[in-house]
């Protein structure tokens, strides 16, 4: 499973419960026995961000915006996240995600003690293959409770570096008939959704538009995908189950992703896309993750990292140039409004890529 929700049942004392303000955010500590009360669920209600709706704001104004992924900690996790939102808070980024690994966090869902000091402008991820429909309707009732209604519904399979990526996938059964492969499937029998599909429509059939839901999508196909025609099919056909948004995986190339959305409007993918940005931060960590994304790498960015392949900040540097420039020519195109960086946890990576594209706190700097 991915997310226990179980925070209004947690056995701590007291938690902390994130709360986003114009001019940042705060903390504030509530006590663990009041939150059953019905003010305390009504305030929950009320603090509840519906991060679709602030997605379309910002198009509809014309702004600029961007968002942050955190990784999954298997220690001090409440440290590590609350400084990285005290380090950030000079970005005010529109929303959070964070990735989730079972190798990585140590456990195949994350901690309550994670979800206390989530913001409620924070994507849940939700992966389908691995929750059965009891358990995710308990998760999504303690969700509604604790103010989070922004779901990332995903597949799952073979786990990588994010959630946003899964990689086991079917060739000869697509993404949504219902033919499996031993080789690439196993696992499954633990979970009732079997597809990225399937959880949305589940979402909506159980809770109607209660729920803000993501999806994810990929400029340079899904490795495994026969056609590009077929995936955008795969991409529409998970939008018109209710998905409200979509986040894509990485890429090297700005065109790519700009084609991508153009290809997605042809086939009359309406709604917002935005891309997902992986500032490289050394070489071996490109190499992991392209491997395990099955994703090349343009020739032109090999090119210059190779031979400084083993000085950390230099292929930081450059990877940081690369991105800053892919942003600022995203922007230009008018194809996407925003961003989704994956940050590593790195609050000063985060901070830079921000100031390099022009953005700081409350920016409204509208897209030229």
């Known amino acids: 499973m991915a997310y226990g929700l179980d925070v209004c049942s947690a056995t701590s004392e007291k938690f902390y419960f994130k709360l986003k303000t114009t001019g940042g955010t705060l903390f504030r500590k509530i006590n663990q026995s009041s939150i059953h009360s019905k003010m305390e669920y009504s305030e929950s209600q009320q603090n509840a961000i519906n991060i679709s709706s602030l997605i379309e704001e910002k198009i509809r104004k014309n702004e600029k915006f961007y968002s942050f992924e955190l990784n999954p900690v298997k220690e001090r996790q409440d440290q590590i996240y609350e400084r990285f939102f005290s380090e950030t808070k000079q970005c005010s980024p529109l929303f959070y995600t964070i990735s989730w690994h079972p190798n990585i966090a140590g456990k195949e869902h ?20 691995s929750l059965n429909k009891e358990n995710l ?35 000869r059964s697509g993404l949504f008939i219902k033919i499996l492969s031993p080789q690439t499937d196993s696992g499954l029998e633990n979970g009732d959704f079997l597809y990225a599909i399937d959880l949305v429509k589940f979402i909506r059939s159980k809770f109607g538009s209660k729920f803000s839901i993501c999806v994810a999508g990929y400029p340079q196909m899904h490795p495994n995908s026969p056609t590009k025609e077929l995936d955008l099919f795969y991409l529409k056909e998970k939008v018109n189950a209710g998905a409200n948004f979509i986040i894509t995986q990485l890429f090297f190339d700005a065109k790519v992703f700009i084609d991508f959305v153009k290809d997605c409007r042809r086939f009359k993918i309406l709604v917002p896309i935005i891309p997902g940005i992986y500032p490289i931060p050394n070489f071996k960590s490109l190499i992991r993750m392209t491997n395990m994304c099955k994703l090349e790498i343009p020739k032109k960015v090999l090119d210059i990292l190779e031979p400084i392949q083993d000085n950390d900040e230099a292929v930081a540097k450059f990877g940081i140039d690369l991105v800053t420039n892919m942003i600022k020519e995203i922007f230009d195109s008018n194809v996407a409004n925003g961003f989704h960086l994956f940050t590593f946890n790195r609050s000063l990576l985060a901070s830079e890529v921000c100031s390099r594209v022009g953005l700081s706190v409350n920016s409204e700097t509208k897209i030229s």
Request: net charge positive; aromatic share 6%.
């Open 137 to 171: 309707i308990n998760i999504l009732k303690t969700a509604l409770a604790c103010g989070k209604i922004n779901i990332f519904a995903l597949r799952g399979g073979k786990c990588i570096f994010s959630l946003i990526i899964p990689v086991s996938y079917n060739p």
């Open 110 to 129: 994350a901690s309550t003690d994670l979800i206390k000091i989530l913001p409620n402008n924070t994507l849940l991820h939700l992966v389908g293959r």
